[in-house]
Structures are given as C-alpha cells and as structure tokens.
C-alpha cells in the first residue's frame, strides 16, 4: 500500500509556498497550503495481492489577497501534473471573515493518481 499523504507531500515539495498536513494550525502566515488524502483504494489486483491503488488527494490553498489563491494554484497544479496526478477540479469556496479585515481567501483542488503497488 502506497502512503497517499507522503505522496502529496513529495509532490509540492517544489511550490513555493508552505504545505501543511490537513488544515493550518493558524491563519497568521498567509499564503499557505493545506493538503490530505481523499480516498485510497485499491485499483487492480491478481492472486490476492493488490497491484495497482487510486488515490485521491485535496489541496487547499489560503491567503489574504485575492490573486494570490490563482497564482499558488497555477504552481500547485503544474507540481502536481508533473508528478503524475491528473486535477479533477478546482474552486473558490466562499471567504471567511470580512473585506479588510481578517478575509481569507480559499481555493480548493481536487487530484487523483494511480500507484503501482
């Protein structure tokens, strides 16, 4: 079995920005990114034993302006491509907080890769 998180992990490794497991502890360095495994499931198997797994992976990112949530997009989905996950969506989901104050725009990402076991 193909540890879906340390796959993630190994594929932003190269975006400039921070990645944290899950959720942010904090809001207080901004931009920052947010990734975690979806699903996992097994794919293909033959003689009892599983050879091929689909992962499922999210990444978020947040930030305080605006554009930046397109730009880290942009990088996270060529990271991502490049390592062999396919994007399978990508949204804006509503701000938290209000406009000037403590806004914090986010954009949510979906991938999924397949793993030879």
């Known amino acids: 079995m193909v540890d879906v998180n340390a796959e993630i992990e190994k594929s932003l490794k190269n975006v400039d920005c921070e990645a944290v497991y899950y959720y942010p502890e904090n809001f207080d360095k901004l931009p920052i990114i947010s990734y975690y495994q979806l699903t996992e499931r097994p794919a293909f198997a033959a003689d009892n034993a599983e050879m091929i797994q689909c992962g499922t992976a999210v990444v978020d ?27 399978e969506f990508s949204m804006d989901v509503k701000p938290d907080g209000k406009p000037g104050e403590d806004y914090v725009y986010h954009r949510t990402m979906r991938f999924s890769k397949i793993f030879n076991v």
């Open 61 to 87: 990112i947040w930030s305080d302006v605006a554009p930046e949530t397109g730009e880290i997009s942009t990088k996270v989905n060529n990271a991502m491509v490049t390592d062999g996950w396919a994007r």
